[in-house]
């Protein structure tokens, strides 16, 4: 029998550098929209992708109509919406309900990767996806035992960023198994840019920024967007998007890291705990899969 390869790894790499994200991101805090600086994000990729964009747009013609679809959900949805909907839903002034109801993203992408993707899970799967999911509620919350859900119209915008980047990560396993990781690359942010510009036209946000601005935006979108991305399609092509939804949880735990090296953040005793479990949890489902009988099972045929 032939050995199925796995590179949860290496999307649990690329999460990581999304956890660079709130480092590079901080310089900005406060001097930009944040519709404006996911704009930047996006135009800053495409110029850089821009010898790339030829071979990516005959890709896309070339692709299967579900595929095209796919790739205009990811790029509008997943890159853009989603981070607009995610920031709009701290902007209600409730910080605690955002964090809570981006934990449904893993159970998001399981759900839509059975009914697109006709993956299932064993049920050892669980036996890291909850120690994975505690985890990441761990660190997401000083005081895990007294988080609250309180702004509905917060609730709503959250759940809604949720399901986006759910179905990102199902229907980029899905698109990566036809399309070149680096083609999915440069249409996530090619249709990512129009629709991140339409959203500072809807929210009246500023286009331009200062020169200083723009050694931070290049930063932001070469590594935790670009680069990340590249590894990310990459991992994902040979990654069930079950399994891989769980790697994408290092992006938190990367997080905290920083911020208690950078940013003088200082983590209570439970972050602590949680940021452990989910390195754990992450590699051990890793080291699992690589075995003769893995715990997410794929459609073949």
């Given amino acids: 029998m032939t050995q199925v390869r796995d590179r949860t790894w290496l999307v649990a790499v690329a999460a990581a550098l999304w956890g660079t994200d709130g480092l590079l991101r901080a310089p900005l805090a406060g001097a930009l929209p944040a519709a404006t600086v996911v704009f930047w994000e996006h135009l800053i990729a495409v110029v850089v992708l821009l010898p790339l964009v030829p071979a990516a747009v005959r890709a896309f013609r070339a692709a299967p109509t579900r595929d095209r679809v796919a790739i205009l ?41 059975a009914a697109l993707l006709g993956e299932r899970v064993r049920a050892g799967y669980w036996l890291f996806a909850v120690p994975a999911l505690v985890g990441a509620w761990l660190v997401a919350f000083p005081d895990p035992l007294a988080v609250q859900v309180r702004e509905l119209g917060a609730a709503g915008l ?28 440069v249409l996530r942010f090619l249709v990512g840019l129009p629709a991140s510009a339409v ?85 051990a489902l890793g080291l699992r899969e690589r075995g003769s009988e893995p715990v997410v099972l794929t459609r073949t045929g």
Avoid: C, N
């Fill in 73 to 113: 959900v990811i790029g509008a949805g997943s890159s853009a919406l989603a981070t607009a909907l995610f920031t709009a839903a701290f902007a209600s002034g409730d910080a605690l309900t955002p964090l809570v109801l981006q934990k449904l993203q893993p159970l998001v992408a399981v759900v839509a990767a």
């Fill in 158 to 185: 959250a759940v809604g960023a949720a399901v986006l980047w759910g179905f990102g990560t199902v229907l980029g396993r899905m698109v990566g198994v036809r399309t070149a990781p680096r083609d999915v690359t």
């Fill in 199 to 283: 959203i500072v036209a809807v929210q009246g946000a500023p286009l331009a920024v200062s020169p200083g601005q723009l050694g931070p935006l290049a930063l932001l979108a070469l590594i935790p967007g670009l680069l990340a991305l590249v590894l990310y399609y990459v991992g994902l092509r040979d990654t069930p998007a079950a399994r891989a939804t769980l790697a994408e949880l290092a992006f938190p735990a990367t997080a905290t890291v920083l911020g208690i090296a950078f940013l003088g953040v200082s983590p209570s005793p439970t972050q602590w705990i949680g940021l452990l479990v989910v390195v754990a949890a992450i590699t």
